[in-house]
């Protein structure tokens, strides 16, 4: 039922606008609508909060059926988990109330900001410092690359509190886009996900008052990747939705497409390629909703599971809007056919929330 509810909304009310969010490289305000109106915006927000207490499963359903028609707009619920789970898992019944409520009633959208100039895999070498002063911290530094920076009013922000400690040393804050000395840089113009604007973001003196810290001082590295263990398997979905709507455009296209008197779909060549293409969706797809149920369960494997599920997801979203460009010839390398757009998306999955060298390293340290 959830499915077929998101699937109508994504075809009705997202899908319209795909190619010129992509084209404009604008954030897909319809999207956001959409989603907000039919309470799809934040779907993990627990009930507690006034959110909808999806649980991963549900949550990967509808990011996956998002991205199989706008992957920028699949961004909404799957950063808004992002920059919110480090205060679910971690903050203070205080925090939570505060900054979930917003989330969940589609008043604010929430980013995480890990990465850096100098710190991308390594990002426990990030510069981005926080000092005490009384019952204050003050931020200093570089954000970059902040999904949906600019648009998010909540931000979850890891800097170093104790630089003799490297990753022991940072914490989490939660950072607001209207506290004194937040900024944003402009745009990053990318190949893909063209919609979803990515920004740094600058904090130049940032005064924040102490209880806006996520768990105890130090904890906050430990806290993002515990973070990062759950929602590589909403890119996983992502991935997973880029590359059904890919297989399901070219499907439609090799029926019409007639070349040696007969349509394209006739001859076994095309057919081995779509054979191949719905076997490996099909497989990310269970080995993505199987992660999904070990990210809910909270089970000890989750580590590696969703490290699998998103690199492998990722990698088969690459090979089958590749493949669907090749199915429709020549046409499916122009802008008047949705293929290339996905294709271009489907990039991105291999490279955020940790690139795919470095999901084979987390898998190497947590082999079952
Ligand atoms: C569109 C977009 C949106 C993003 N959104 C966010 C966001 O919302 N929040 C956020 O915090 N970050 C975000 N990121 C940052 C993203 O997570 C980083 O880009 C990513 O982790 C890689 O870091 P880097 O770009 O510095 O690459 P680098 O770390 O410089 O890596 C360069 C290459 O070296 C490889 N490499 C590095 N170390 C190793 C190693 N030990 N072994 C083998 N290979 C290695 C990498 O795999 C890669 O191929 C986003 C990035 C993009 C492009």
Redesign the pocket.
Known sequence: MLRDAIRALAEAKIAPHAAAVDEEARFPQEALDALVAADLHAVHVPESYGGTGADALATVIVIEEVARVCASSSLIPA?NK?GSLPVILSGSEDLKKKYMTPLAKGDAMF?????EPD?????AGMKTRAVRDGDFYVLNGV??????AGESEYYTVMAVTDPTKRSKGISAFVVEKSDDGVSFGAP?R?LG?KG?P?REVYLDNVRIPADRMIGEEGTGFATAMKTLDHTRITIAAQALGIAQGALDYAKGYVQERKQFGKPIADFQGIQFMLADMAMKIEAARQLTYAAAAKSERGDKDLTFQGAAAKCFASDVAMEVTTDAVQLLGGYGYTRDYPVERMMRDAK?TQ????????QR?VMARNLP
Do not use: F, M
Not at 143 to 148: L, V
């Open positions: 950063v992002l980013s995480y900001a890990l990465s710190a991308g895999s390594d990002a954000k970059r690359w902040i999904t949906n990053e990318k996900i979803s990515t991105i490279i955020y929330e940790g690139t795919n060298q470095v390293i």
